[in-house]
């Protein structure tokens, strides 16, 4: 019922930057919080951003200050630009979004995208 495809993965120097977007497509009603999550090898996957729909933001500490997130409700999009990257950003970063479907409007569900590569070289 809902899909997010993420775009703009890639290989980068460190100290060099990306931009990683979402975009949320289906039956969609409304999305509560969107964010980006990422998974090393050999790591449980862990949070880096969120945004609720009032557009406060939530980082993970190893990101703050680097990472910035934002959203556009309109296009039901989210963005992750990271800046100053080190090689220890190297992961597959997840999309996920808080989605209310049309059938179902009073329940949230949470969805995932497919994961881009994101690889930092030294």
């Known amino acids: 019922q809902v899909q997010l495809v993420e775009s703009g993965g890639g290989l980068v120097q460190a100290g060099g930057s990306l931009r990683l977007s979402c975009a949320a497509s289906?039956?969609?009603?409304?999305?509560?919080?969107m964010g980006w999550y990422r998974q090393a090898p050999g790591k449980q996957r862990e949070l880096v951003a969120a945004?609720?729909?009032?557009?406060?933001?939530n980082y993970a500490d190893s990101v703050k200050g680097r990472f910035t997130i934002s959203r556009d409700n309109a296009k039901n999009t989210v963005h992750l630009q990271m800046n100053s990257l080190k090689p220890e950003d190297t992961a597959v970063y997840y999309c996920?979004?808080?989605?209310?479907?049309?059938?179902?409007?009073?329940?949230?569900?949470?969805?995932w995208g497919q994961g881009t590569q994101v690889t930092v070289s030294s």
């Open positions: 289906g039956s969609i009603f409304s999305i509560n919080s």
């Open positions: 945004i609720t729909s009032g557009d406060s933001t």
């Open positions: 996920h979004a808080e989605v209310r479907v049309w059938v179902a409007v009073t329940k949230t569900e949470g969805y």
